[in-house]
């Protein structure tokens, strides 16, 4: 993920297609995507609410800061969320 | 700032924006009456404007906005401000001519909408921009090129080199400009520039607006909101980020001004037809599927959304309505992709066409409104992201 960052540095974002994984919510509140594997853990940007929270996700389109994921739609065994079922 | 509103100008003023005495004295030399035409001003006074007689057989078109001392002239000169500017500004504050209020000229708002979006809004290509540019084509052709005078040709050749020239350095300028005014955050304090990003990112933005330097002045535009947006916690952080950015940005063009990548993101970007004569340019013909479209705050500004919802009018043509994108659409266009990004090589390659993708052919295009997509062929959202995957 790190390296378009790192190949033109000054750029802000990169978009990426994640494989499955799930969102997930730390102790204090703060939303995580995570991979299937547990081996990537990306923080959100914002909540992550409705349907998209605790839902398997087959594959998810966002877009990585660096710092911060920001999803944009993902697909679901059930159908695909965009963003308005997201925010 | 007057208490009735009105704003002014003093000769102190432009002593301390004189970029040197030579450039105060030949302002001096042109704080006559006899050297303009059509001076005016705007009904609170803020807003300057007029037309010097130069070398050239046209006037300099010169204007001054007072509020933030933001200026444009449309002579050559590499000195920012230049003479035409000081001597403008000089007319007024000693009110050698009278400044009499009047209706803004088209050439001043276009000054200022530029300055109020950042500059860095995309291009969206008029309704009638395609059938233009098949015009001058069919012109050309249809012209043969033994009857361009070539003298003629020599000189055009060296205007635009002239102006390609000038253009270079008014950006240089203003990236030295950028670079100063990031030093001076940095020396004031990280703290006191969050509470006033927005004010203090404006006024370097106008005048990297003025330097040519209009996608980045879009970018700087935004950065407030993008500190803004993050955990209090995290803004320290994250403003030493944005700035640090920036000063790897500034120095990567400046290495290299021709590269495409650094231009894109400090002038401006191509227009849709010289990203696709570009052999370099890979171009996809696929089945595209839009996850989601962002348009940025700047585009937004300048009213790219109520642009593209004009175009959607009934009695418009079906390929005006195309140029609409919307999360979950798909077409099959052929893209020129200006920037692919590898990601996740882990799980096996994947490439997501970006925001600046081009579209050609069918599609009609969004020139330049942010669009993310996959490509893919499937008659499912799932059989799409799958060979999206598979790309």
New interface residues.
Partial sequence: ?T??LLA?????D??????AGRIARDDAGHAWWRSADGATTLPL?GDAEGLLCGTDL??T?A??SG?RLTI??A?TQL??L??SAIK | LHWDNSVAIELKAIEQLAADQSSLKAAAGLAKPAKWSGVGASRDGALLWGECAGSGANPYRVMADLRDLGNKCTCPSRKFPCKHVLGLLWLNAEAIVPFAPADTPAWVSDWLGRRRTGGGAPKTASPDAPAASKDARAAQLAEPEALEDPKEVARREAAAAKRSEGTERAISDALDALEQWIGDQLRMGLSAFIDDATARCRRIAARLVDGKAAALAGRIDELPGRILALPAGDRPRGAVVELGKLVLLARAFRAAPRDADTRRAVATSESRETVLADPHTLQVNASWEVLAEQVPDTARRAGVGDDLAAQSRPGRSALRDAARFFPGQRRTARVGVCAVRTVFGRTGLLSVATAAARVAGSAGGSGGCGCAGVAGGGASARRGLDRAAAC
């Fill in positions: 993920l390296e378009p033109e540095p000054w750029t802000l990169v978009p990426v297609l994640l494989p940007a087959t594959r389109a877009i990585w710092n944009l739609a697909l159908s695909q965009g963003r």
